[in-house]
T-cell receptor, first 116, second 115 residues
């Protein structure tokens, strides 16, 4: 079974630009979560989507947005990029929201964004 | 508010020796606790979890963790460390079943195993 696929793996943008990152979850997984990882702040939850609906949102400004498609694939968008947005953006999938019986997330390898 | 603390930024262990990576938590309600490992330039890999039941949880690659409710701890352990265990380890907590895919992660502990 293929794992979580994130594209692109690496990208460089300049301040003020926008970026779109893509995530394809494991087949059959309907929940997709996004995390930002930086050396200073560590791993921070951005948002979670389930059945094309945002179910949870972290404490990030409105420049960060996302969506989920009917095939469970997800995208996140960051507009008006700032230097501080440089980070590894990780996507994770799980079979369904709030799976008490399993609960683990399956992570992709991330998209490393550098903002110049 | 839920929180997780990993008090050690780095742990150094000689190959063959036992290792412990510490984690304490603070949650309201029953804790769902996880350990993940991250190798350089890779995503996170699930190691083990505690949901309910036995306090000693066994996971992947020979790792285990002990849940201690009175000390609010969930330390990761391995009886005999390997050089290949060198990586960044994260403890995480989810507050029951209400937060779906939202995990609160600790700051991470860099494990270095020397030959």
């Amino acid at each position: 079974k293929a794992g979580v696929t994130q594209t692109p793996r690496y990208l460089i943008k300049t301040r003020g630009q926008q970026v779109t990152l893509s995530c394809s979850p494991i087949s059959g997984h309907r929940s997709v979560s996004w995390y930002q990882q930086t050396p200073g702040q560590g791993l921070q939850f951005l948002f979670e989507y389930f059945s094309e609906t945002q179910r949870n949102k972290g404490n990030f400004p409105g420049r960060f947005s996302g969506r989920q498609f009917s095939n469970s694939r997800s995208e996140m968008n960051v507009s008006t990029l700032e230097l501080g947005d440089s980070a590894l953006y990780l996507c994770a999938s799980s079979p369904r929201q709030g799976t008490a019986g399993t609960g683990e997330l399956f992570f992709g390898e991330g998209s490393r964004l550098t903002v110049l | 508010a839920q929180s997780v603390a990993q008090p050690e930024d780095q742990v150094n262990v000689a190959e063959g020796n036992p290792l412990t990576v510490k984690c304490t938590y603070s949650v309201s309600g029953n804790p769902y606790l996880f350990w993940y490992v991250q190798y350089p330039n890779r995503g996170l890999q699930f190691l083990l979890k505690y949901i309910t039941g036995d306090n000693l949880v066994k996971g992947s690659y020979g790792f285990e963790a002990e849940f201690n409710k009175s000390q609010t701890s969930f330390h990761l352990k391995k009886p005999s460390a390997l050089v290949s265990d060198s990586a960044l380890y994260f403890c995480a907590v989810r507050d029951g079943d209400n937060q779906g895919g939202k995990l609160i992660f600790g700051q991470g502990t860099e494990l270095s195993v020397k030959p």
